[in-house]
């Protein structure tokens, strides 16, 4: 089973002032699908300001990197829970954790925390 690494510093979350994006431009932070994206081989400049893995523009990369499990993840609402999860204002980070470990599990991954 894959493990992806999520960095505490770098994850944009909860309580914020921008919305959320894979790559929020103005903080440089990354929800938890945009760090993962990343690990896959995409590029900053890919995943900068977009809304979801959905709207990432190269395809070819998209499958060539095996992303697919991480499309389904987000189609079948894998995704759309963790984004949820991710953005969540009101949820303590120990919670969010946890409960993002158990969606990514269900979808087939594992994810690790970091400070």
Do not use: Y
């Not at 999520?6 to 440089?28: E, M, N």
């Not at 984004?83 to 690790?112: H, Q, S, T, V």
């Amino acid at each position: 089973m894959k493990t992806f690494t999520i960095s505490r510093k770098l994850w944009h979350r909860g309580k914020r002032k921008h919305p959320s994006a894979l790559l929020v431009p103005q903080t440089g932070k990354m929800c938890c699908l945009g760090q993962i994206a990343l690990q896959l081989g995409f590029s900053k400049d890919e995943i900068r300001n977009k809304p979801s893995p959905a709207a990432l523009e190269n395809r070819e990369a998209f499958e060539k990197l095996n992303l697919v499990l991480l499309e389904v993840a987000c189609s079948t609402g894998i995704g759309g829970s963790m984004m949820e999860i991710n953005d969540e204002a009101d949820l303590p980070d120990p919670e969010r954790e946890a409960e993002l470990r158990r969606l990514a599990r269900k979808g087939g991954f594992k994810l690790r925390f970091t400070k």
